[in-house]
């Protein structure tokens, strides 16, 4: 069969471009529904060919629509660390071209409708993969492009984020089976049956959607909230202040819009961004500064992030993230990304954060790498120390026993199930924290809060976002921002939340899909192996 090579690479181009212009912020989610399309067309017409190496062509054009696409939706990443941006978007695209090269693989062995289930659930087991392995970079989930157009997917209380990607490849699937038909048949009967089957299947969702949201609402107790937006610099700022600076400041932003009815003083991740000593902070100036604060406010709950350290000698403390302190010998340290809520009961509660960002705060599979690599990673991401984490998802209780937030913080919020997890746990609204400042004025800042507003949907729960320069946000249970501080403004944003008590059917069951494609992958897979039907379109 002949074909041309500028014909293929055109094709190849136009899925990472069509892809890149289908993501949030900037760009339109309809575009995905048919984005994998020409790739697919690629392929198919490569695999009918007579060519040599064609597994090899395949990756290589995989691998273009997938550097376009990552290049494209996440090259604000060079902002915080070029190296990191640049293993991100080749390694990561590297993966999704693999993808298609097992396809290749299982359609030149398989029916056509066998071997499309396969990418579909391969691709479904791939994004689960992205979300619970040491290299997580679950970003470009397809499920995440719908963002920006809440309206679209209120039915992500019941799916997901896994339910969107599924809802993508449905449609990409039904138009590759669709052109390859009108090819063959050139009919405009296939044609027209081709673009109802599309409109029924993207506006029958978008209804369901569209019913859920007007008619949905939920009752509880109001939560007056402050968010804090202090817009600290945190290349030039941020680590040259004292955390008693950084007090004073939380107090004048938080008396800008305080009252008798707040109950809540939510401030950014490592907010008091000097390193504390664990087992001292408790006798702290610091700490008695907040006690006085709260004193003279005794309704209100502080939730604010603090970097802490915990050093000790005692071997049988060390942890898989536990540091070695090279100053001392035989003396080890726990490293902490901490949220901290204080307020007049007498314990201050604790959480850690947990979801970690790969090279700047956790060294992925280290005992496999570090032998070759030594430190490269943690260095090259910015940071000094692994981060010690927590196995369990702590939920944050009020002084008055009413509220209890899920203090999310930063990468956190990117993940449903993991979120869904502090739910589980009693959580009736969300309070994400976080320091966005290192990628400057980009579609990253704007793409990490559009993703909050999944949360929000999934889980049926308000959220208020305090980010260290921006955006700071209030989002409801249907995931709409109420209100905002525009980025790299130093402000206070006060407003109301209402709890919710109800469990979603996504929080009960979490990614079902894709543990459902899991299992399918494996079945289809062993098919694969032992039977050789194949049919050509």
Known sequence: MRFSKFKLIILALLSGVLLAIGWPTYGSPIFLFFAFVPLLLAEHQLRLSDVNRKGLKIFLLSYLTFVIWNAITTSWLRFADPFGASFAIF?????????????????????????????????????????????????????????????????????????????????????????????????????????????????????????????YSHTGETVNVIALQPNIDPYSEKYNMTNLKFADLFFELSNSKITDATDFIIAPETFLAESTALNKFDNSLLKNKFDRYIKAHPNVNILTGISFYDMFKDKTRIKKETNIYKFTPNTWYDDYNTALLINSSNTVQQYNKSKLVVGVENFPYQDILKPIVGDALIDLGGTVAMKTTQDYRGVFTSSNSKFKAAPIICYESVYGEFVSGYVRNDANFLAIITNDAWWNETQGHKQHLSYAKLRAVETRRDIVRSANTGISAIINAKGDITSSIPYGEKGALAGQIITNDKITFYVMAGDYIARISIFILVFVGLIGFFRRKKERL
């Open 91 to 215: 390694v990561n695209a590297a993966l999704m071209a693999l993808i298609f090269l097992l396809y290749h693989k299982y359609a030149k062995r398989q029916s056509s409708n066998r071997s499309l289930l396969f990418l579909v659930v391969l691709w479904i087991s791939f994004e689960k993969l992205h979300l619970g392995w040491e290299f997580s970079w679950p970003w470009l989930n397809l499920g995440n492009g719908f963002s920006e157009y809440m309206n679209w997917i209120q039915w992500y209380e019941y799916t997901g984020t896994f339910g969107g990607t599924l809802w993508v490849w449905i449609l990409n699937v039904l138009i590759f089976k669709g052109v390859l038909s009108y090819q063959k048949d050139n009919s405009k009967r296939v044609l027209k049956s081709l673009l109802l089957k599309c409109a029924g299947l993207i506006i029958v969702p978008i209804m369901i959607s569209l019913a859920i949201y007007s008619t």
